[in-house]
């Protein structure tokens, strides 16, 4: 298994290269925010969040569907606020 380190370099370039501009700024953007503080654990939250299509991603960010239960918690009340996008 990759070490830490190479795993959150995966994870940006998956996060930054979603396929459309909009996934790109709230899962890339959210990677920028806060991957410097997370653990083996909150990674993992975030690797299995890339797996998902981004339209049921940016639809839980926005709190227009309800995330499944293995998403809800403190991270995806960050990615909620959306405070992290810049334009």
Known sequence: ???????????????????????????????????????????????????EDDVDVMAWALQTETPPEKFAGSQMELLQKLDYVSL
């Open 1 to 51: 298994m990759p070490d830490f380190e190479t795993r959150l370099s995966r994870a940006k370039f998956r996060a930054w290269h979603r396929g459309t501009r909009e996934a790109d700024f709230m899962i890339g953007g959210f990677y920028d925010r806060y991957h410097a503080a997370w653990d083996d654990n909150a990674l993992n939250w975030f690797e299995a969040l890339l797996d």
